[in-house]
Every structure is written in C-alpha cells, then in structure tokens.
C-alpha cells in the first residue's frame, strides 16, 4: 500500500484558531495511509527577493517539508476578503527564487471555516488563483465554506455529528484527488 504525506498548511497564527482545530479534525478522517505534518509559517520572515540567496534557516525548512510532501491541504481563514498576509508570504517563499517552486504539481486541497455565513468563500478563491499561477492541481469540488457554530466539533475537538458526513465527503474526495495526482 503507498503512504501518503501531507503538508498541512494552516493560514491562522491564533492559538484557538478554528481553522487549526479544524485541520487536527478533518485530518483525523482520513485513511490510515495518510498521515499528516503541521507545516510551521509563522516564524518565517517577510519574504524579500534580496535574501533568495541566502534563505533563513526556517525558509529552508518550509521548502523541504513542502519538497517531502505527496500532497497539500491548506486551511485559510479569510482578512479582509482574502488570505492571510502570513499565508501569502509562505507561498511567496516556497515559490522562490524564480523557476524553484516547491509547490509545483503537488496535489492540494483548500478548505477554510470562519463565523461569517459564507465560510472563507473569498478567501479560498484567492488562494486557488495564487495556487494555479503556481502549477498546483488542486481539488475544485466539493468545495466547503464551513461556518464555525455550535456543534461544529464535539467535547473532544472531533468533526461534530451535524457535520461528519459532508466533511467525511470532501476528505473522501480529498484523497482520491491526491492518489490520482501524486506520483
């Protein structure tokens, strides 16, 4: 059986970030040949084309959990109708210097949840352009704009019952998409 490692992005610096306890959820619901690895972006220095050379240690740290990765699973909060400033600098430093993107044709899945009605609906379609321009396939359906309400997750920070089969769904999906694009 193949083994599947994915990078997991969150967008969210919070410490009670739903979008973070979202990912340790969903993660949870996926095949045992899955596992999952908390890519860490927040200490990553604001992304100038000057330091391409000489890159920080967390950069190059970011590139090569990205590198070791068979696919990508990104969850993103939406500022402002958009990404995260600190997400954004994750790609721009991956994708860099020029032609030495990291991210190219790595499978990838982009779910958000917000208290706002329409989930990370914008949000998420900023970064599937930003993710296109980069070579990244990335899952177009189903998608999901969670909304963070009551019953969301139980006691134990698990996907809530009123939720489960819709987001056991889009992991389903989820995979599929990595099994069909990595390799």
Known sequence: MAHY???VVVGSLRRDSFNRKLAHALT????????FKLVEIGDLPLY???NDGSPAESVKRLKSEISAAQGLLFFTPEYNRSIPGVL????DHASRPYGQSVWKGKP??????SVGAIGTALAQQH????LAYLDVPTLGQPEAFIQAKDGLFDADGNVGEGSKQFLQGW???YVAWVKRHSG
């Open 88 to 91: 954004k600098n994750a790609l």
């Open 48 to 50: 100038n084309q000057d």
């Open 127 to 130: 970064l599937r352009n930003i």
């Open 28 to 35: 949870k619901l996926a095949p045992p040949e899955f596992t």
């Open 108 to 113: 990838a899945g982009v779910i958000g949840v």
């Open 5 to 7: 490692q994915i990078a």
């Open 171 to 173: 992991v389903d999906q």
